[in-house]
């Protein structure tokens, strides 16, 4: 299996500290709003590739973080009138809710940074003992430039990154730093209704890299297997984090970095942020679409590639399920015949599809390709099923592998096959039979009237070898 390591920007052979155990860590969210698609991209992605590790039986411990407490919680929480642990209280419920209707597993840890205070600062006193980090006037920050590498996750020069930050750094930070590259560890308090906790610096809060290095060692250890994010985290936050949690330990941070693409809009495909007011948060889309559709279009493209938003894409994912359930449908349909007959074609077909779906996920969870394997089976799967006599005990094993491929991708066959009861079903159930017997006796009319009747009440028939079945719209 062969992962794509952002830091040495190649393919490597995924070892895990620990066989058959990952210790996995994935940049959560800032909780001052609802999450939008493209926040949504990153646990998708994260969320499809865990799945996959445990499909291969891999013990995974994934840690995902809230950042509960930075600039944007404050004057957010000030504009409303209410305090931050409110503020994040409120969208943490909303992002475990919309995570949930998504089918992202919870993570097995979900540290929030105000419950890490001690370890923080903890944490940043080491960093001052070393001589890598300083205080001045209640801020302390990091000495970019004595950690030897800084710049490496990146692929960034020191010189331009000075060139850079002296840019961009205002007149009262330019004068307190060593350096312009160097960052915040901890910020002094600002004015008295901030949130802030006593430190041996005074009164003040953690910046933010230090929250997810302190987070990531404390459960995960200081060496770890993956450590995931957006494109945007790349730099400075885990370049950042990487420079204190080395400095600190001692030790290599991050055995394999994994970023994902971002999510596109528009025929420019320009970027999804806040700051371009051209996102759609997860809370509004799940009030007009089905979420198995919008979680399949997010996690039907490779997690490094980007994804463009738009009606068409999720239209061509909601196709493509549609034809996932049909398949379902039919396999299941055969599955309580007495009469079969081996097909040693198929059946070779059925192992060759599961091996192409592992090669294609153990090529840097390569999804487009395992999913191409699953529709050529599928394609097999149909073709046997319609057979007056089909290979049952390889269409089982086919539906069995399906549902299992279609969970690392987040989507739970039985819900997506399941049809609603209503109060009508007998009544559509004895129009079915009219129009089978109609058909048998080639009243040809009356059982084309009945099928339009059927539709208008939203009822899609599909005749088959072995009976007619019906489905909702």
């Not at 990531?216 to 936050?237: C, V």
């Amino acid at each position: 299996m062969k992962i794509y390591n952002t830091l040495t920007r190649q393919k490597e052979e995924f070892k895990p500290l620990v066989p058959g155990k990952v210790s996995m860590y994935v940049c959560g969210p800032t909780v001052y709003n609802y999450i939008h698609i493209g926040n949504a991209r990153s646990s998708i992605a994260f969320d499809t590739i865990r799945r996959y590790l445990e499909y291969k039986g891999f013990d995974v411990k994934y840690v995902s973080n809230f950042t509960d407490v930075d600039d944007k919680m404050i004057n957010e929480a000030r504009a409303e009138g209410i305090t931050v642990p409110e503020l994040a209280k409120r969208y943490i419920n909303a992002f475990m809710e919309d995570t949930t209707a998504l089918n992202i597993e919870p993570a097995t840890l979900h540290p929030r940074a105000t419950e890490e205070i001690k370890d923080i600062i903890a944490f940043i006193k080491t960093l001052i003992d070393k001589g890598f980090a300083y205080e001045v006037d209640g801020d302390v920050y990091y000495r970019a430039k004595k950690f030897t590498g800084y710049g490496k996750l990146s692929d960034q020069d020191i010189a331009s990154l000075e060139e850079g930050a002296s840019q961009h750094v205002n007149e009262a930070e330019f004068a307190k730093k060593e350096d312009p590259i160097d960052f915040a560890l901890w910020k002094k308090q600002k004015q008295n209704d901030e949130i802030a906790w006593d430190s041996p610096w005074g009164k003040g809060r953690p910046g933010w890299h230090i929250e997810c290095s302190v987070m990531s060692t404390k459960y995960l250890g200081d060496t770890i297997d993956i450590h995931g994010g957006g494109q945007d985290l790349e730099f400075p936050h885990h370049e950042n984090e990487i420079a204190q949690s080395e400095a600190k330990t001692g030790k290599k941070f991050v055995n394999y970095w994994m970023h994902n693409g971002f999510v596109t809009v528009g025929k420019d495909e320009q970027k999804m942020s806040k700051s371009l007011h051209n996102f759609v948060t997860v809370h509004d889309i799940l009030k007009k679409i089905d979420p198995q559709v919008l979680r399949f279009f997010m996690a039907s493209v490779q997690y490094r590639k980007p994804i463009n938003y738009s009606e068409e894409n999720l239209a061509q994912a909601e196709n493509v399920l549609d034809r996932i359930k049909n398949t379902v449908l039919t396999i299941k349909s055969r599955l309580n015949d007495s009469n079969q007959k081996a097909d040693s074609q198929f059946a070779e077909k059925v192992e060759d599809t599961r091996l192409a779906f592992k090669e294609a996920m153990d090529d840097d969870f390569n999804v487009q390709n395992a999913l191409a394997a699953v529709y050529d089976g599928m394609t097999f799967a149909n073709k046997n099923a319609s057979q007056d006599l089909a290979d049952l005990a390889s269409l089982k094993q086919f539906l069995a592998d399906l549902t299992d491929f279609m969970s690392v991708f987040g989507i739970d066959v039985d819900k997506l096959t399941a049809e609603k009861s209503g109060d009508d079903d007998a009544e559509i159930d004895a129009l079915v039979k009219k129009r089978d017997e109609a058909r048998k006796n080639k009243d040809f009319a009356t059982s084309d009237a009945i099928r339009d009747q059927l539709l208008a009440m939203g009822i899609i028939l599909q005749d088959t070898k072995q009976g007619t079945r019906w489905r909702r719209e």
